[in-house]
């Protein structure tokens, strides 16, 4: 990793930060990004515009895992490769809403903790767990939230972007957690490679989390970290292959709530 450059910051050793245009600021915690209560105008904009970064970040982990691992199996490689090229285009469609909206990039702060959490792991078995199987999972439950929110809020050309989004995140997931369990098969110690980076993942998250009633940058009272947690979106989980057992012990972690809409009554 010496060559690609690192930075520490509370005790971890993290992957240095991705290039980025001048006109990006990156910041570390979350009371450092511009987050509005959901009336103001600027929400719907720096709510596509912190999407953009993510996606931007999520091309660069995934070209970053094709450079970082020439020795993969083909069949990942082109995985990986098909998952840059969803990313890429996620960038844009999303730029293009943000454009329609009136907003530009580099309005609001970004962060790639992502990159810096994922790109730090030295198995390709660790950053598939971290970013694909934990990361991406956890978007879906958020972006399925958003895709609602957006249609409630009747702007359906916000939902229909980040709809079609999903619909890609699901199968980024999916692949990630065929390729772990046939990688375990083959070599039951990639069990080990995938909780150290899962328990990676947690110590960077607690040490940048932002505490119950902090203020943010723009002034928001942040919720405590249980209340930020997403309903869970148990239709792409089961999708993307999680087992039943996995989708309850997620769903007992985010107290119950679930995206899932309630059977009817026999």
Same mark, same amino acid.
């Given at each position: 990793?010496? *060559?690609?450059?690192?930075?520490? &910051? ?16 990156? $910041?570390?915690?979350?009371?450092? =990004?511009?987050?509005? #209560? /959901?009336? @103001? ?10 999407? =953009? ?17 020439? !020795?993969? /199996?083909?069949? &990942? ?50 950053? &598939?767990?971290?970013? %694909?199987?934990?990361? #991406?999972?956890?978007? =879906?439950? $958020? ?8 249609? #409630?809020?009747? !702007? ?11 619909? !890609? ?16 098969? @083959?070599?039951?110690?990639?069990? =080990? ?11 960077? %998250? ?12 723009? +002034? ?12 869970? %979106? ?10 039943? *057992?996995?989708?309850? *012990?997620? &769903?007992?972690?985010? +107290? ?5 809409? /309630? *059977?009817?009554?026999?």
């Amino acid at each position: 990793m010496a *060559e690609a450059g690192t930075l520490e &910051l509370a005790g971890l050793t993290l992957r240095a930060d991705p290039a980025r245009e001048a006109c990006f600021t990156i $910041v570390r915690r979350d009371a450092e =990004m511009h987050e509005f #209560e /959901p009336d @103001e105008a600027r929400a719907v904009r720096e709510l596509v515009h912190r999407h =953009m970064s993510n996606e931007i970040t999520s091309l660069d982990i995934a070209a970053d895992c094709l450079a970082r691992f020439p !020795d993969a /199996p083909w069949e &990942l490689r082109l995985e990986l490769a098909r998952q840059a090229w969803d990313e890429a285009r996620h960038v844009g469609v999303l730029h293009r809403r943000l454009t329609e909206l009136g907003g530009h990039k580099g309005e609001f702060p970004i962060s790639v903790f992502e990159w810096n959490v994922t790109c730090a792991l030295p198995t390709l078995a660790g950053r &598939l767990a971290t970013q %694909n199987r934990t990361l #991406e999972a956890g978007a =879906m439950d $958020v972006v399925a939230g958003l895709v609602r929110g957006a249609r #409630e809020g009747q !702007d359906p050309a916000t939902a229909e972007v980040l709809d079609g989004i999903l619909a !890609d995140e699901v199968q980024h997931v999916r692949f990630a957690n065929r390729w772990i369990q046939r990688m375990v098969r @083959e070599d039951p110690r990639t069990l =080990m490679a995938v909780a150290s980076a899962v328990r990676f993942l947690a110590q960077a %998250n607690a040490a940048f989390q932002s505490a119950a009633g902090e203020v943010n940058a723009v +002034g928001k009272v942040m919720d405590d970290a249980q209340a930020r947690i997403p309903a869970v %979106n148990v239709e792409d989980r089961r999708r993307a292959e999680f087992s039943e *057992e996995e989708i309850h *012990e997620i &769903l007992r972690q985010a +107290g119950f709530r679930s995206l899932l809409p /309630p *059977e009817p009554a026999p």
